[in-house]
């Protein structure tokens, strides 16, 4: 089935400075990557969606500037919290999903990135 | 509006016995229906899905579920639930096309008693 990596699994920080996440399909191109913001015991929320080569769409109330999301290649795509601050703190997770073959119907998640800042 | 709905916030059950947990979705387009489960400090893993055809859908685990159009749900079911089955369980919709944003459900933790 199809793989959908995350990295760094944890991630601790200070306020103010910047964290990158990455997130790979290992066995598929991702054409679509969706980034995913969970608190704790509260359902999934969607940041924005992401296509590759083209820039990312928000949702209502996400601050683009704060999180900067790349989709550079098929099989990556980057959030990254500019500035973060402890109201950051959370379990972030991405998705994948192609438009073509096996893949196309339906995301697959990433394991998921807890960022916890100081 | 479109939406989706699981109105259990918590289910606990004794190992070995049945499960039903609820979902209900609210839309006047297509709609294609998800169940995940999510081990804690996990990220998601599909149990199934309900893209057409048979409104019966199994899926891995033990897991079925059933697309009801006249009322509007997508209930997960199991018929004898082990302890390994402890977990968060999300219902996701799309609408107009698989391939749309994914909305999820509140979630519904399911807690098996030995």
């Known amino acids: 089935g199809a793989v959908v990596s995350q990295h760094p699994s944890r991630v601790i920080c200070k306020s103010g400075t910047s964290v990158k996440i990455e997130c790979r399909s290992l066995?598929?191109?991702?054409?679509?990557m969706f980034w995913y913001r969970q608190f704790p015991k509260k359902s999934l929320m969607l940041m924005a969606t992401?296509?590759?080569?083209?820039?990312?769409?928000?949702e209502q109330g996400v601050e683009k500037d704060k999180f900067l999301i790349n989709h550079a290649s098929l099989t990556l795509s980057t959030l990254t919290v500019t500035s973060a601050h402890p109201e950051d703190s959370s379990f972030y997770i991405c998705s994948a999903r192609s438009t073509s073959g096996s893949y196309s119907d339906t995301q697959y998640f990433g394991p998921g990135t807890r960022l916890t800042v100081l | 509006a479109q939406s989706v709905t699981q109105l259990d916030s918590q289910v606990p059950v004794f190992e070995e016995a049945p499960v039903e947990l609820r979902c209900n979705y609210s839309?006047?387009?297509?709609?294609?229906l998800f169940w995940y489960v999510q081990y804690p400090n996990q990220g998601l893993q599909l149990l199934l899905k309900y893209l057409s055809g048979s409104t019966l859908v199994k899926g891995i685990n033990g897991f079925e579920a059933e697309f009801n159009k006249s009322q509007t749900s997508f209930h997960l079911r199991k018929p004898s639930v082990h302890i390994s089955d402890t977990a968060e369980y999300f219902c996701a919709v799309s609408f107009y096309s698989s391939a749309s944003k994914i909305i999820f459900g509140s979630g519904t933790r399911l807690s098996i008693r030995p």
């Open positions: 066995d598929f191109q991702a054409t679509t």
């Open positions: 839309s006047s387009v297509s709609v294609y």
């Open positions: 992401s296509n590759e080569g083209s820039k990312a769409t928000y």
